[in-house]
């Protein structure tokens, strides 16, 4: 199993902006769908936002949209995840993970290599 990892998590003021990175080691990297999530604490993991290679189409979570962009460096095989404006209830832990199809519906079961994840608080 691939393991993916994650990092740029951690402590920051409402409203700071932040970039998680994800790196993909090898050929995953090149599989069709990739995906951010996060969880926060009691609550199910929730998509954030994905990139589709197939139709080369990015997808963002509605709470998000405006204020998150996803973005990826081939030459370091690296995905990240640019977010402003951030708000105390974006705490959580944030996962990426990648899929060999596209995932229309964005379920976390659906993906098959996953990150450890990272942590981002958000404080107010």
């Known amino acids: 199993q691939v393991q993916l990892a994650e990092s740029g998590g951690g402590l920051v003021q409402a409203g700071a902006s932040l970039r998680l990175s994800c790196v993909v080691p090898g050929r995953t990297f090149h599989l069709s769908d990739m995906c951010w999530f996060r969880q926060a604490p009691g609550k199910e993991r929730e998509f954030v936002a994905a990139?589709?290679?197939?139709?080369?189409?990015?997808y963002y979570r509605g709470y998000v949209k405006g204020r998150v962009t996803i973005s990826s460096d081939t030459a370091k095989n690296t995905w990240y995840l640019q977010m402003s404006g951030l708000k105390t209830d974006e705490t959580a832990v944030y996962y990426c993970a990648v899929a060999s199809e596209e995932r229309r519906r964005k379920l976390p079961y659906e993906y098959e290599c996953w990150g450890q994840g990272t942590q981002l608080t958000v404080d107010s």
């Open positions: 990139f589709s290679r197939s139709g080369g189409r990015t």
